[in-house]
């Protein structure tokens, strides 16, 4: 269902902590809270809920606050929310108004939003900060002409070296450099090598112990039935 944003200020309660009360209004955070257009993002983003079914979500604000700090301090899912209880201008850039002990939502939770909005949606939030930058002064046209980007995260067809594929390798030379010597072999085991490979690497990952049988009936194998004859 359609999340609606029903946190106001109730009546003055002495033993309830005020966010309003121990801020400092001049803070980066309180600022830009101020200046991020919250109605457009529940426009935006309340498009992809439910209009009468299911169970009322939680504040889109709340969502897209906890996105935004996610990624401007660049903590997981589980340090942003702890941070969040502990943190008052975390509280009040999200909406609340009273400070809040308990966990906004569990990781679950926080981990679907940004399934739920998809690539279009981060593309939204993406102008959403760049245009609250432009209107605040922090970003300026010069800055917008050079792009950094960091290829670091991005998928690369590496393969890291393990033990099985280093003695394959090793094998592979081995045979080679026999066949040259003029040295024959019953069987070289080249054509059976990447599937014994790939079980002895398998074979090692944490399973039980009868799994591991496999591991060491083909790293035994080569030795086993490996016939050498020389010819003088």
Not at 31 to 43: L, N, P, Y
Not at 44 to 68: C, D, K, M, N, T
Not at 158 to 173: K, T
Request: charged share 25%.
């Amino acid at each position: 269902m359609i999340p609606r944003d029903n946190r106001q200020a109730p009546p003055r309660d002495l033993l309830a902590t005020y966010l309003e009360d121990i801020l400092n209004t001049r803070h980066e955070l309180v600022q830009m809270g101020k200046r991020m257009d919250w109605t457009a993002c529940e426009q935006h983003f309340g498009q992809l809920y439910a209009v009468e079914s299911g169970r009322p979500g939680l504040p889109i604000r709340l969502h897209v606050g906890l996105q935004l700090l996610k990624h401007i301090h660049g903590l997981s899912d589980r340090d942003i929310l702890d941070r969040w209880v502990e943190n008052p201008y975390w509280q009040h850039f999200c909406g609340e108004v009273i400070f809040q002990h308990r966990l906004p939502m569990d990781e679950t939770t926080m981990m679907r939003f940004p399934h739920r909005i998809g690539e279009d949606g981060a593309r939204e939030l993406l102008r959403m900060s760049i245009a609250l930058g432009q209107n605040t002064g922090v970003i300026t046209p010069e800055s917008l002409k050079i792009a950094v980007i960091d290829t670091t995260v991005m998928p690369k067809a590496i393969a890291y070296p393990s033990d099985a594929r280093l003695v394959g390798r090793c094998h592979r030379q081995l045979v080679a450099l026999a066949k040259d010597e003029g040295i024959t072999f019953r069987q070289t085991f080249c054509k059976r090598l990447p599937g014994m490979i790939w079980q002895v690497g398998w074979s090692l990952r944490p399973r039980p112990a009868v799994q591991t049988d496999a591991s060491s009936a083909a790293s035994d194998a080569p030795r086993s039935r490996q016939g050498v004859r020389s010819h003088c």
